[in-house]
């Protein structure tokens, strides 16, 4: 390749299912990628129907109108190829095996359905080229009527005669796959279009593995990867171009739209990688994705004066705007001065609305109400529990008053465990920090104050001791191990999958190990009534972690 071409790399954000919209946006991304003189202009997988499109797929006017799109979108292009993330389809010539008797299958047996690049040139879809390998781990898995094809005619010819060989997502992913054979096709470069969902530390390991496949490859490699939150996920963007050496000369923005146009420069890209920080723009563009894309403008959360809750009102700040904010104070008589001192100061630090409801008044309504049904029993849980759900049908009637999202405001380690109440502070339409351990938490608490310059999260809630205030004194490690020791055994269990055996056998104690476990197993019917959980590690709970509920299994 004597010269290396002009590549715009189209990082935008979709939306799942507004194949008009998309569509638009991909016109509007063509234009300004011409405009910049581009000789090849590249979109994400499945930019067009967004991703991931799931049950969508099963829809046959949904596929025969974004092949519709698709045309519509072709008219308006030359003889610069455009390459679009999209799905092709074709009838069902055999059914062979499949059972007919149940709707489901008769469904799924009309089509067969491709994840693809179409070329777009001179007018017309030139082309379709199939994804080869299909993943299967994880979320999002492919829908179960998605076919894989080998390719033989994933090479496109540039104007000036380079030749470019094109792969989607997982080709890339598998060691000795397309893009190691592109070479032996006379291709000159390779190009992956993808929609790889964010999650800590994964993108180190992500150019790691495109350094690898360059490399293998023996040829430069172009990356266009997807960005956005759609519902639980995040794309990150920072899509990327190799050269054959494996060296970084290219990198796009990181969880923003970026129109990247490489024109062969040969200097090679450091990436700074801080992974607290990567992790607070993931969960800022998650949320504000999912409250804006589901037609929301503003949040309402309790605002308790405790860390969780201060973390979720600053990402709500960021995410929405502080004047789209609410917090709601709601004090029982065992909620202390300090919190209250400190909810307030976090509120008028970060500029968001609050609002003070105490719940006393309400608390001593319900135990009048039930002190004969509860006679001759001693306080434990249920009078703790009813004050979380108080307080969650409280946040409840102001989202269905006002058109507020509620945010849910529990983290990861609490999830684990169950210490949190069904239909109290487990109440939501979105957890942000779900899926965000304690010591994250404080993490990100802390490196957002450092950002700001100032304790914009007041320091009385980083140095108390964390309590849920349900009761006299009460303190989390009344009931849980340090934050510390808890969240490395749910990180070995949950997200490394390792059994409680395994898991002593590191040194942990076994009592506190097998405590925990079964704790985690048996709230598995909590987590499946949660609001969605922006997915932050390799295995949030929700889809990425698919336990039966129903199990006697002990691990």
């Known amino acids: 390749m004597d010269r290396f071409p002009k590549i715009a790399l189209c990082q935008i954000n979709p939306t799942v299912g507004d194949l008009r919209g998309n569509a638009a946006k991909i016109v509007e991304w063509i234009k300004k990628a011409v405009s910049k003189d581009a000789e090849l202009i590249v979109f994400p997988e499945l930019v067009l ?73 001179n007018g017309k879809v030139e082309r379709y080229i199939h994804k080869t390998h299909l993943s299967n781990y994880d979320a999002p898995r492919n829908t179960p009527t998605e076919e894989s094809a080998p390719n ?9 005669g380079t030749k470019v060989g094109v792969t989607i997502c997982e080709d890339i992913w598998v060691k000795d796959g ?6 032996g096709q006379s291709a ?10 964010f999650y800590a530390r994964k993108f ?14 023996g040829l430069p490699l172009v990356y266009v990867n997807m960005v956005g939150g759609q519902d639980d996920l995040i794309f990150d963007g920072r899509s990327v171009v190799v050269d054959a050496g494996g060296r970084i000369v290219g990198l796009a923005k990181g969880f923003k739209e970026d129109l990247f146009v490489y024109d062969g ?106 002190k004969e049904h509860f006679e001759d029993t001693r306080p434990d849980n249920t009078e703790q529990n009813i004050q979380a759900r108080i307080r969650g049908n409280l946040l409840m009637a102001f989202s269905n008053k006002f058109g507020y999202l509620v945010l849910a405001t529990g983290n990861k380690s609490e999830l684990a465990v169950g210490y949190a109440t069904l239909y109290g502070d487990m109440s939501g339409g979105l957890a942000p920090i779900g899926d965000i351990p304690k010591t994250m938490v404080y993490a990100l608490a802390r490196w957002f104050n450092a950002r700001e310059g100032t304790d914009q999260i007041p320091s009385g809630i980083l140095s108390r ?12 490690a009344d009931d849980l191990p340090p934050y510390e020791l808890l969240d490395r055994v749910l990180e070995l269990y949950i997200e490394e999958n390792l059994s409680s055996k395994e898991i002593i056998a590191k040194g942990f104690d076994e009592g506190l190990v097998r405590s925990i476990i079964s704790r985690i197993d048996r709230n598995e019917f909590k987590r499946r009534q949660a609001a969605p959980i922006l997915k932050i590690t390799p295995r949030p709970f929700g889809f990425g972690r698919r336990m039966p509920i129903t199990n006697r299994y002990e691990g």
Request: one cysteine or more; aromatic letters at 6%.
């Open 178 to 183: 397309p893009s190691a054979r592109m070479k």
């Open 465 to 476: 001791a964390p309590s849920a205030e349900l009761a006299p004194d009460q303190k989390d």
């Open 188 to 197: 000159d470069l390779v190009v992956n279009i993808s929609a790889s969902p």
């Open 265 to 370: 420069e040969d200097k090679e890209v450091k990436p700074e990688i801080d992974e607290v920080g990567e992790i607070w723009a993931a969960l800022v563009l998650g949320l504000r994705d999912y409250a804006h894309k589901n037609g929301f403008t503003k949040a309402v959360l309790g605002v308790s004066g405790g860390i969780d809750s201060a973390l979720v009102a600053a990402l709500a700040s960021e995410a929405l705007g502080p004047e789209n904010v609410l917090g709601l104070v709601m004090p029982s008589r065992y909620t202390s001065k300090q919190s209250l001192k400190d909810a307030s100061l976090l509120a008028s630090n970060l500029g968001i609305k609050s609002e003070p409801i105490p719940i006393d008044e309400l608390f001593e309504s319900y135990l009048k109400t039930l």
């Open 152 to 160: 033989s005619g994933s090479i496109i010819e540039l104007k000036d």
């Open 49 to 121: 129907t967004g991703y991931p499109p799931k049950d969508l797929l099963l829809k046959t006017r949904f596929l025969e109108e974004q092949r519709q799109r698709l045309t519509e979108i072709a008219k308006i292009t030359g003889d610069t190829p455009v390459i679009v993330g999209c799905v092709d389809f074709t009838p069902r010539e055999e059914v062979q095996g499949q059972n007919l008797y149940d709707l489901s299958a008769r469904v799924s047996a009309r089509w067969k359905l491709f994840d693809s690049a179409a070329v777009l040139r």
């Open 204 to 217: 180190q390991a992500r150019l790691d593995l495109l350094s690898t496949r360059a490399k293998e490859a």
